[in-house]
Every structure is written in structure tokens, then in C-alpha cells.
């Protein structure tokens, strides 16, 4: 086992003593390489369960908040998964082993670009990237079985909540740069059902059904 092996076992581990329950999750989270994610500056810090700076004032998200998120989709690995805020796409790349099918969107070029030669080096091919304001959707791919937002919003986009299935998920952090609140969403034939689930700190998430720019 190389060094960055043995430090993805122990960040596996550290979220599993968080509280992450979810096998497959942690699985993942020992398999993918984080730090090709972060700037080379950074790699060295890649394990740390903390943000960190992939530029444009852009951050990769703290491991234990991504493995929440990714848990609360309850993935079993043939799901169509539309991911909003690609960023570094190192969450992309967790979705690529726990789903069938990743779609993301990026509203910054340079990072959209940067992820994909990743992912392409890591040859991950189930993950399309789109270069756009996430909060419009991705009409041609819907509907999906699970959403996950990458940055704080004021309210869940309602062209995703349209492009979610029926009996769909969706992990979107609520709140702006300050503060937010993870809230896992479940669609219902009876309508939507809300659960609060922790506290976050995240981007603020700027599009059209969004924070402004
Ligand atoms: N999932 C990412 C990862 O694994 O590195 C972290 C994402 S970062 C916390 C949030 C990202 O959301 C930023 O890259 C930001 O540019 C992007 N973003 C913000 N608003 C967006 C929007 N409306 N559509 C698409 N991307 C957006």
C-alpha cells in the first residue's frame, strides 16, 4: 500500500467514526485518488477532511459533507445521477463507481476543462460534463433518479425538482456563503418530502434560480 493508499484508509475511517455508514460510499471514497483533484501544491493536504482552494475562488468540498451527501442519495449503482457544481470532479468521480450514469455541470469553463482531463486520466467515461448554470437542468437526460447540489442556494432550483423522478432524491445545501443547511428532499406522489439534516458551509450556488452572480 503506497502513502496516499494508506491516507484514503484513514480518511475512510475517520468518516466512518463521523458517522458515514454507507459501505459502498466509504469504498469509494478509499478508492478515488483526491489528491489529483487539488492543486499539486496542495496534495499533501488532500486527506484532510477540509475544503480546499482549486481556484477561481472555487473550493473542493470537505470530505465528510460530500460522503453525507453522497450517502443520503442512497445509490445502488444503476441510478442516472445529474450532480450541479462539478468543480475539481472529484465528487463526480464517487458518483461514477456508486451510480450508472453521471451527468454535471460546471458554470466555470477552466474547472469544467480541469476535471475532465481527471477523470479522463483516471479513465472514468460515465460522467458527461456541461458547461452552464446548473440551476436550468439538463432537459435532455432527465428525468433522474437522484440530484446533488454542490453549492448553497436559496431554495431547491424548481426546473431540478421537475427533472427529478417520482420517488427521486435530492441533497441540496440551503443558505449562502455564511451558512447553510443540508436537506435531503424526497419526491412523493403526495409532493415533497423535507428532511433537515446538518448544518454545511458551502459556495453560494449563482445562476438563474440562484444567487446573482
Ligand atoms: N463537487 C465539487 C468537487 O467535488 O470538487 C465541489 C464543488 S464547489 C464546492 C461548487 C461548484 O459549484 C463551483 O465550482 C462553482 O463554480 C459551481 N457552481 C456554482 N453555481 C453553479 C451553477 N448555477 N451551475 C453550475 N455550477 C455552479
Given at each position: 500500500?503506497?502513502?496516499?493508499?494508506?491516507?484514503?484508509?484513514?480518511?475512510?475511517?475517520?468518516?466512518?467514526?463521523?458517522?458515514?455508514?454507507?459501505?459502498?460510499?466509504?469504498?469509494?471514497?478509499?478508492?478515488?485518488?483526491?489528491?489529483?483533484?487539488?492543486?499539486?501544491?496542495?496534495?499533501?493536504?488532500?486527506?484532510?477532511?477540509?475544503?480546499?482552494?482549486?481556484?477561481?475562488?472555487?473550493?473542493?468540498?470537505?470530505?465528510?459533507?460530500?460522503?453525507?451527501?453522497?450517502?443520503?442519495?442512497?445509490?445502488?449503482?444503476?441510478?442516472?445521477?445529474?450532480?450541479?457544481?462539478?468543480?475539481?470532479?472529484?465528487?463526480?468521480?464517487?458518483?461514477?463507481?456508486?451510480?450508472?450514469?453521471?451527468?454535471?455541470?460546471?458554470r466555470?469553463?477552466?474547472?469544467?476543462?480541469?476535471?475532465?482531463?481527471?477523470?479522463?486520466?483516471?479513465?472514468?467515461?460515465?460522467?458527461?460534463?456541461?458547461?452552464?448554470?446548473?440551476?436550468?437542468?439538463?432537459?435532455?437526460?432527465?428525468?433522474?433518479?437522484?440530484?446533488?447540489?454542490?453549492?448553497?442556494?436559496?431554495?431547491?432550483?424548481?426546473?431540478?425538482?421537475?427533472?427529478?423522478?417520482?420517488?427521486?432524491?435530492?441533497?441540496?445545501?440551503?443558505?449562502?456563503?455564511?451558512?447553510?443547511?443540508?436537506?435531503?428532499?424526497?419526491?412523493?406522489?403526495?409532493?415533497?418530502?423535507?428532511?433537515?439534516?446538518?448544518?454545511?458551509?458551502?459556495?453560494?450556488?449563482i445562476g438563474?434560480?440562484?444567487w446573482p452572480g
Amino acid at each position: 500500500m503506497n502513502l496516499y493508499e494508506k491516507q484514503r484508509e484513514r480518511l475512510a475511517a475517520e468518516l466512518q467514526g463521523k458517522g458515514i455508514r454507507d459501505e459502498r460510499v466509504l469504498a469509494a471514497i478509499r478508492k478515488i485518488p483526491r489528491h489529483l483533484f487539488v492543486p499539486e501544491a496542495l496534495a499533501g493536504q488532500a486527506y484532510n477532511n477540509t475544503s480546499l482552494p482549486i481556484g477561481e475562488g472555487q473550493t473542493i468540498s470537505q470530505p465528510f459533507t460530500v460522503a453525507r451527501m453522497l450517502e443520503l442519495l442512497a445509490l445502488e449503482g444503476g441510478e442516472k445521477v445529474l450532480e450541479i457544481g462539478t468543480g475539481s470532479g472529484y465528487q463526480a468521480a464517487l458518483l461514477a463507481i456508486l451510480a450508472g450514469q453521471v451527468f454535471t455541470i460546471e458554470r466555470i469553463e477552466s474547472l469544467a476543462r480541469q476535471a475532465r482531463k481527471v477523470l479522463d486520466r483516471l479513465d472514468i467515461y460515465n460522467v458527461n460534463i456541461r458547461i452552464g448554470d446548473g440551476t436550468l437542468g439538463w432537459s435532455r437526460y432527465e428525468p433522474f433518479e437522484a440530484i446533488v447540489i454542490a453549492a448553497a442556494g436559496p431554495e431547491p432550483p424548481p426546473v431540478l425538482l421537475q427533472q427529478l423522478t417520482l420517488g427521486g432524491r435530492m441533497a441540496v445545501p440551503l443558505g449562502d456563503h455564511e451558512g447553510a443547511e443540508l436537506v435531503l428532499l424526497r419526491k412523493t406522489a403526495g409532493g415533497l418530502e423535507k428532511q433537515v439534516v446538518d448544518p454545511c458551509r458551502f459556495v453560494p450556488l449563482i445562476g438563474k434560480d440562484a444567487w446573482p452572480g
